[in-house]
Nanobody, 126 residues
Framework: QVQLVESGGGLVQAGGSLRLSCAAS????????MGWFRQAPGKEREFVAA????????RYADSVKGRFTISRDNAKNTVYLQMNSLKPEDTADYYC???????????????????WGQGTQVTVSS
C-alpha cells in the first residue's frame, strides 16, 4: 500500500508561481514512476507531468510545457511540481499518482497509476 499526500496548493494571481509537493509512504519510492494530474470543475481529469523513477526522464502536457517542472527527491520520498507563469486555466485540483510497476517511459495515461493522493486545490485569479 502506498499513501500519497499532496500539499502546496492555494490561491495565486495570474503570472505567479506555486510549488506542489507530494509525500509518499513506503521504502521503495525510488522504484516508482510518478505523475501529476489535474481536474478542473466540470472537466475530466487530465495529465500534467510525469517523471521516471530515477528522475532522468520526464513527460509534460503541451499546455504546461515550458512553465511547469516535475522533479523528485528520492531521499525524501517526495515529488514536486514547480508551476510558473500560472494562468487562470490552470485552476484545478491537482493529484499526484504512483506507478509502482513501471515499464519504459513514465506514462501520461491515468490507468497506469495504481495509487493516488487526495488532491490539492490550485486557484489562479486573473
Amino acid at each position: 500500500q502506498v499513501q500519497l499526500v499532496e500539499s502546496g496548493g492555494g490561491l495565486v494571481q495570474a503570472g505567479g508561481s506555486l510549488r506542489l509537493s507530494c509525500a509518499a509512504s513506503g521504502r521503495t519510492f525510488s522504484s516508482y514512476h510518478m505523475g501529476w494530474f489535474r481536474q478542473a470543475p466540470g472537466k475530466e481529469r487530465e495529465f500534467v507531468a510525469a517523471l521516471s523513477r530515477s528522475g532522468g526522464r520526464t513527460r509534460y502536457a503541451d499546455s504546461v510545457k515550458g512553465r511547469f517542472t516535475i522533479s523528485r527527491d528520492n531521499a525524501k520520498n517526495t515529488v514536486y511540481l514547480q508551476m510558473n507563469s500560472l494562468k487562470p486555466e490552470d485552476t484545478a485540483d491537482y493529484y499526484c499518482a504512483a506507478d509502482v510497476k513501471p515499464y519504459g517511459n513514465p506514462s501520461s495515461w491515468a490507468g497506469e497509476y495504481e495509487y493516488w493522493g487526495q488532491g490539492t486545490q490550485v486557484t489562479v485569479s486573473s
